[in-house]
């Protein structure tokens, strides 16, 4: 086997792929690592969005690469075309913590609270869009005229924002220093207020109205864009911030399109700064998804692009690695079969003899009528051998303590990763770091990727609010998810389940209710994307991220929800007990209800 991954033993130099939180990488890097998904060219358009993804999905990337002075830096047919036509230029906007904490001060008032937010909000758009005008005056190849237009555009600016004249502001370098200064010497807790132009403390992108036309006429745009405002991490807002957000959706747009990147369930108020009036989804704003699917083109090409980029940075690595799988092998057609083929052998692996293994381990019941099944390449063998394939590899890990090569290969990586950036340099990370001590042979790369799973469930328990609830109840139902999948005869089983609750259980919906929007924002649970749309329901489907299904060797398969019985709130542990046929036994777990039992 071919690994790229090999030539790093003994390496001593920088992991590349040390770095996995987009919030901190220069312009230069995210240029760099930028891979065009389909998301990413949909989002220039005139429409208010709402893009909502898990922790990790991509979405500081897709903010910030909208922008021009990004886009003016990549060789793409589509991004030459959009900043030669000037039709959408987007302003980056971070939701930054130090006035976002401000606001949460006891003892502002709620008209205070508001100004304070619309200011630094404006501020920090100010500051983004002179960042993008400079861009666009590079462009002018006079030197002469690039200086007099920076030179007069700032004078300009400066008149109609703070209504006088500043002979300080030479060129809209100075201005943004300016704006800057403000901004980092504001204090909330003063009356000062007219140290802050009366057009920072209105509706927010106040400043960019007044300003358009003046921009416009100073950089030769003849049609004034449309501003794609990309506002970042809103999922720290406070309702009046998202009050404010939802006012701009309601009104007229004035070529403004508000970008709103945010976690799961955290816009939670639709409620304008009228009250009474809401705006409404598909009608004032749109709500887009951006998570990937693991066998996604977009996540393959991504992560892809990522693992050759950052090894280019490697100096052990002098080949060029275009694919994953040259970094860490592949084992055949790097298929489950195939890791299981090299384990088990050639004889083991035939269709015909994996089909008998997977009889013989049926309830003794499902044994006898299983010669009479129509297609059984797809009624036994397609359906069971997944299950059957892993029952047989925890099987060996229990005999002491072997550690199989299954866990491995491309697919498995991404697998794991759950189409998320961020959990696939992570697990990256680490595979790089074992890599300089031992050849990445598929058994130590199954090592590596149980141990990211176990961190993974482990820091469960440090998510905010609710992460020891998750913790717990997630372990109680991986444990007896493990259960049956494992002990006793080969039952359908999966990493799917749906949780029911008593008839007249509201309250216990209400409070399970919160631990479960956390999970899903945080990536520990999946749900569709009617569910991330319109809210959980009683009768929601879920299914465990695919670490968890790693670390208790659950099959990280879908199919019928597995229906899981809760309590107050919590999933509830239940011992297993045995259910007699007329010849041998199944194992009956009372942890499910008694619909799931028969495994149809």
């Known amino acids: ?15 590349p792929f040390s770095d996995s939180q987009a919030r901190d990488y220069s312009d230069g890097r995210i240029i760099s690592e930028f891979y065009p998904t389909s998301h990413f060219w949909t989002l220039f358009n005139e429409q208010h969005e709402i893009l909502i993804g898990t922790r990790g999905s991509g979405k500081t990337f897709l903010l910030k690469m909208l922008r021009y002075s990004m886009l003016s830096h990549i060789d793409d047919p589509e991004a ?40 630094a909000f404006n501020f920090l758009l100010t500051e983004s869009l002179l960042t993008e ?18 030179v007069r555009l700032a004078r300009d600016l400066y008149k109609i924002w703070f209504s006088s004249t500043d002979d300080s502001i030479s060129d809209i370098f100075s201005l943004i220093t300016k704006l800057k200064s403000l901004y980092y010497n504001y204090d909330i807790k003063s009356d000062a207020k007219n140290e802050i132009p009366m057009v920072f403390k209105r509706a927010i992108c106040s ?95 991504l992560t892809n692009g990522i693992c050759s980029q950052r090894l280019r ?50 309830p003794e019941v499902r044994k006898e009528s299983a010669a009479s099944y129509k297609m059984q390449r797809k009624t036994i063998y397609d359906k069971y051998a997944p299950i059957y394939f892993l029952r047989c590899m925890y099987h060996l890990t229990r005999e002491g303590n072997y550690k199989p090569g299954w866990y491995a290969g491309g697919a498995m990586i991404r697998k794991v990763s759950q189409g998320n950036p961020r959990a696939y340099i992570q697990i990256m990370n680490d595979l790089f770091e074992r890599a300089r001590i031992r050849k990445l042979e598929p058994n130590q790369q199954h090592e590596v990727i149980m141990e990211y799973a176990a961190n993974f469930c482990d820091a469960t328990r440090g998510l905010m609010s609710f992460g020891p609830t998750i913790h717990d109840n997630l372990t109680i ?36 209710e919160k631990w479960l929007q956390l999970a899903i924002a945080y990536s520990r649970l999946i749900v569709c994307e ?19 299904a790693v670390r208790y060797w659950i099959p990280m398969r879908s199919g019928r929800p597995v ?11 239940y011992k297993i007990s045995m259910k007699k046929f007329k010849e041998g036994n199944v194992i009956q777990y009372s942890l499910f209800c008694e619909e799931d039992i028969d495994d149809d």
């Open 207 to 301: 400043p960019l109205f007044l300003a358009n036309d003046i921009i416009c006429r100073a950089l030769n745009i003849e049609e004034p864009p449309t501003w794609l405002i990309c506002i970042d991490e809103a999922e720290f807002s406070h309702e009046i911030m998202l009050k404010c957000f939802n006012s701009v959706f309601r009104s007229d747009s004035k070529k403004i399109a508000l970008k709103i990147a945010t976690l799961p369930f955290h816009y939670f108020t639709y409620e304008t700064l009228v009250p009474g009036v809401f705006a409404a989804q598909n009608n004032d704003f749109k709500i887009k998804l951006i998570d990937l699917r693991a066998d996604d083109p977009d996540f393959i090409s």
């Open 477 to 512: 139902l991986c444990e007896n998810l493990h259960q049956r999948t494992h002990d006793g005869a080969l039952v359908t089983t999966g990493s799917s389940f749906e949780l029911k609750y008593g008839r007249d259980d509201e309250m216990s919906f209400a409070e399970s």
């Open 563 to 573: 229906p899981i019985k809760t309590f107050n709130s919590k999933i509830m542990p």
């Open 80 to 119: 030459i075309r959009i900043t030669r036509e000037k039709k959408f230029i987007a302003l980056y906007i971070p939701m930054r913590m130090e006035f976002v904490a401000s606001l949460s001060l006891n003892s502002l008032l709620e008209e205070k609270r508001m100004e304070v937010f619309q200011s």
């Open 313 to 362: 940075e490697c100096e052990a690595i002098e080949r060029e690695v275009g694919r994953l799988e040259d970094f860490v092998g592949m084992v055949g057609k790097d298929d489950q079969v195939d890791y299981f083929r090299a384990q088990f052998g050639e004889e083991a692996a035939r269709p015909e003899n994996i089909k008998k293994g997977i009889i013989a381990s049926f």
């Open 133 to 150: 005008v400079l861009e666009i005056l590079n462009e002018i190849k006079d030197n002469y005229k690039r200086l007099i237009t920076d």
């Open 1 to 15: 086997m071919d690994r790229a991954a090999d030539l790093l033993v003994g390496y001593k130099k920088k992991n």
């Open 530 to 548: 009617d569910v991330i749309k319109n809210g959980l329901r009683k009768d929601t489907k879920y299914a465990l991220a695919n670490a968890y």
